[in-house]
């Protein structure tokens, strides 16, 4: 069975419906420019969706010449489309999303995992997926950065009663989301990675954003488990009504991580699951893996995958595109780490401890601004320029924005600093300095967009 026409009426009966059933390889979008290649390879249907720019309703036709097999709309059309076409009125775009949404989701039986945090959300996701899947399971993961209301809606059109699991971000950035999000979701497991100070202009200090984040287990009973990182007191010093496991450094945790050595090129330690011990070989040098890694055992443990299962992938090459990705350069003009999918103060300082372990005779980082860190973004930039003394073996500093001026503040005198206000900016500066011998570190917010400077280096783009 999948999500069907007969399905969606009887959610929302005041629908109007023209055209054929759903098929059951549909997909939504929200996003015209998304169909640009589908050539009809996928039914796509197209979500007319008003956002804060642009009102899908003006893309409905641009959908439908891109091979768009349908659009749900709760606005009238002004155009004649072809009969074929699978037409939806509703009251409500969204609201109708969100309803249907929640409805197919009461019908799923099996493990819905749930991943929150400050860091480590894709990162866990990821290698769970990983392991799941190499344990022979039928999984989706959610796709990319879906992890709103609106994303994690999609992602649960696209369940299917034969899936054996499903894994999902729940990201946000202001108080009362994680509440809306545990409530369309409903996870029967429900992690939460690390808590940071990302997002704290929205959400607060730390004892805030654990608050909104331990939301997750809103609807939670005595037959889900929460996952918690148990080295954390606003994590671990609370009642819960439900089972917990608890994972992190300390003993008083039931997955544990110890001995830990980080090496040029990987690391080693001992995991502790209870009371079995195993010595792992990790091929990073990032020691934030570890949280990420730990947190993955743990659900895919409490869904009984075999040991042997988990031991195998954790400890093979594992990337996530934009996160401490190591790329080389081409012409032989040596390293770069492209980590400039998003920053907090918590994550930069992990990447620049990571990356103090990477040998090389000139290495650079191009930091930019970590945003909305509200009133304390100042002293939270100031702090990684104090930071920097802990990585001695740093030859040159690029900082990219306005916060970052108060990282050059506070960073080392002897280290070679210059700051800009752009990516394209930060691109001339770096190129002199590129080499055989050369490491370069990309650190920022997404929304600095210093992905651009990894994409230009790495074409090679004048």
């Given at each position: 069975m999948f999500l069907n026409k007969n399905f969606f009426m009887t959610v929302l009966p005041d629908a109007q419906?023209?055209?054929p059933d759903f098929s059951e390889d549909m997909r939504l979008?929200?996003?015209s420019r998304l169909l640009k290649n589908?050539?009809?390879q996928e039914k796509i249907f197209f979500l007319a969706l008003r956002g804060s720019h642009h009102?899908?309703?003006?893309?409905?036709q641009s959908a439908l010449h891109a091979g768009a097999s349908g659009f749900i709309t709760d606005r009238p059309v002004s155009f004649a489309y072809?009969?074929?076409?699978t037409a939806i009125f509703v009251k409500d775009v969204l609201a109708a999303l969100i309803a249907v949404a929640k409805a197919w989701r009461a019908q799923i039986a099996f493990p819905i995992i749930g991943i929150t945090g400050s860091i480590g959300k894709t990162s866990t996701k990821e290698l769970l997926g990983m392991i799941l899947r190499r344990a022979g399971k039928n999984i989706l993961l959610s796709h990319g950065n879906q992890n709103t209301v609106l994303g994690i809606c999609l992602t649960l059109w696209r369940l299917k009663k034969n899936h054996d699991a499903a894994v999902f971000e729940m990201g946000i950035s202001k108080r009362g989301e994680m509440q809306a999000l545990a409530d369309i979701l409903r996870p029967t497991v429900g992690v939460i990675t690390y808590i940071g100070h990302s997002h704290s202009q929205g959400l607060g200090p730390a004892s805030d954003i654990s608050i909104e984040k331990r939301a997750i287990f809103s609807y939670f009973n005595e037959e889900f488990i929460g996952i918690i990182q148990g080295d954390q007191p606003e994590l671990s010093r609370v009642a819960y009504k439900h089972p917990i496991i608890?994972?992190?450094k300390k003993m008083s945790n039931q997955l544990q991580v110890r001995k830990v050595v980080v090496h040029a090129d990987h690391i080693t330690c001992v995991l502790k699951i209870y009371k079995q011990k195993f010595p792992l070989v990790l091929p990073t040098t990032n020691a934030a893996f570890l949280n990420s890694m730990l947190a993955?055992?743990?659900?895919?443990?409490t869904l009984c995958v075999p040991i042997e299962t988990i031991l195998t992938v954790i400890q093979e090459p594992f990337i996530v595109p934009g996160r401490y990705e190591k790329k080389s350069l081409p012409d032989n003009q040596g390293l770069i780490i492209h980590d400039a999918y998003n920053a907090s103060p918590e994550s930069m300082k992990a990447a620049l401890l990571a990356f103090e372990k990477v040998v090389a005779s000139k290495k650079i980082a191009i930091l930019g601004?970590?945003?909305e860190l509200g009133h304390l973004s100042s002293f939270w930039h100031r702090q990684i320029g104090r930071f920097l003394q802990k990585v001695p073996s740093l030859t040159h500093l690029i900082l990219v924005g306005r916060e970052v001026e108060n990282i050059k503040k506070t960073a080392p005198l002897s280290l070679s600093c210059i700051l800009v206000p752009t990516w394209q900016e930060a691109v001339k500066a770096v190129r002199p300095l590129l080499g055989a011998d050369t490491a370069v570190l990309v650190k920022a917010s997404r929304s600095i967009a210093l992905h651009n400077i990894v994409e230009t280096l790495e074409k090679n783009i004048s």
């Open positions: 419906w023209v055209g979008v929200v996003d589908n050539h009809q009102d899908g309703h003006d893309f409905i072809d009969p074929s076409i608890k994972f992190g993955a055992v743990a659900v895919a443990y601004d970590m945003l």
